[in-house]
C-alpha cells in the first residue's frame, strides 16, 4: 500500500485542523477484510478538530474528512475511524 499516517496528516491539511492525529491501526485487523497482510496503511483513526466543522452536523463533518482523504481512499486505504472534536 505505502500509505503512511504522515500520508493522511498531509492530505487532512486543507481542512485547517487545530488538533489531528492520526493512528494506524492496521496491525490491529490482520486477517479481516481490507488487509493487504502488511500490517499497515490499510486501517486508520483520525481526531481531528477545525474551525470549518464550525455549526456542520457529525455526517457534514465526516463528509469533509473523506472528501479530503478521497485520494488515498482510492489507493487503498480500506477503513478510518473518525472522530470530530
Keep these: 500500500m505505502d500509505i ?11 481542512l485547517q485542523p487545530t488538533q489531528l492525529e492520526v493512528i494506524d491501526e ?17 486501517h486508520f483513526r483520525v481526531r481531528l478538530s477545525s474551525p470549518r466543522f464550525e455549526g456542520l ?16 481512499i482510492a489507493r487503498g486505504v480500506h477503513a478510518i475511524a473518525i472522530e470530530t472534536l
Design 57 to 72: 452536523s457529525r455526517v457534514a463533518r465526516h463528509r469533509l474528512v473523506y472528501d479530503a482523504l478521497n485520494p488515498l
Design 26 to 42: 492496521s496491525s490491529h485487523h490482520a486477517g479481516h477484510a481490507g488487509a493487504d497482510g502488511s500490517g499497515q496503511g490499510t
Design 4 to 14: 503512511s499516517s504522515q500520508d493522511l496528516e498531509q492530505a487532512l491539511q486543507t
